[in-house]
């Protein structure tokens, strides 16, 4: 008997049919004998939903209320999967995020889990019980409703994996794994049979929302196997695990993009020690977090600096970027800057694999291939495992699509 986390995504709950599918799949793995925790997202569309009915009241409702309101698309979908097991003859029981014992900071909206409680999951599992969670929430020090994040569910799953040292934990969505890049944006992207944890936290950080970028974090640091499988076939998925021998050896693993950042450039700030970070404290003691930073000093034909001044540009979150940018406008003439200005009509396109660490030439077949679709380059970042650049927004689709040809991505390996 092995204990199993299920998690099933918008997209797999999103009406009373695919309901009923999804708890035949928990009820026939708790008919093998297994016990089984199952947590659900929303239906598909119903966050957003949600948001945009606050958004509809206020342009900036009270973070604490959001999450009392966004808490409510994943009440809905645990008590009808529940009575659904019932009609199956099943034994049930549906949990929300504080019934669950999940506590997490006080941060709404973006909250971290902070310790789980699992007694009362387990009593019921004792009891000859399917547990059903709702994703995406828990409850803070004051006994307040909080959210995790978009897409958090993945995190509620996997933490309630590590808390009850579950023997697997298993990601249901709408694609059978994970791909080369989104099956949807690519039409030859190729399922992988293993990646690591690196090559997917990589990934999910640049804007694979297949799955929550803390919920690899979670599942990397206490080394847990994440099982990701389309929940309308029984195709084999894709494993999340470490990395070892036997996995494709690729130089890129994946291609990603993601719109959700802004580019805030200062024209002209004085070249003088110091500056720099006067812009990012100013940033980070507003709990903003820059990702890219480029800083171009002038230089003359002859090697000098020609004038003593540099342009100095940074990304942040789409989120935050309306913000970011009241702020350095605002302190920009201060920190002697001739004029702030700000790009949100931009994209982050990015390649992944470990076995970039030793293979030389990645970075110039991805400059090539861009420019060979006339895809101009406006900043570019790199790490052991990844490059990203940045291009307009408009081409975000047709660069991914370019790189996963020009890398042959789609060959079986
Ligand atoms: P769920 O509702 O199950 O949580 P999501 O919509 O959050 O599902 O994530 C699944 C989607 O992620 C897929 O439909 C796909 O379009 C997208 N996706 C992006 N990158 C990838 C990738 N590399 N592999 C698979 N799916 C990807
Ligand atoms: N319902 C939440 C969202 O749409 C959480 C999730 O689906 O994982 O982001
Ligand atoms: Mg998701």
Redesign the pocket.
Known sequence: MALIVQK?????VANKELIESVARRAVAAKREGHQVVVVL?AM?GETDRLLSMAKGISESPEPREVDALLATGEQVTIALFAMVCQTMGEKVKSFLGFQAGIKTDDAHCRARIADIDPSRIKTELAKNRIAVVAGFQGVNRHGDITTLGR?G??TTAVALAIALKANMCE?????D?????????CDT?RRIDRICYEEMLE?SSL????M?IRSIELAMNYRIKIHVRH?QSQSPGTIICEEDADMERTPVR?V?SSVQEGRITLLRVPDKPGVAARILDLISKAGIVIDMIIQNQSVSANGQDEENWTDFSFTVPAADYKATLDLVTSAGVEIGAYKVVGDNNIAKVSLVGVGMRNHAGVATLMFKTLASEGINISMISTSEIKISCVIEKKYAELAVRALHNAFNLGAPV
């Open positions: 099933y995504g918008g997209s797999s997202s598909k897409g569910s993945d990601i249901y969505t709408d694609v794994g994970i791909y080369t890049t989104d099956p949807h944006v992207a990934l804007g694979a929302k297949v929550e929940s994946g990603t």
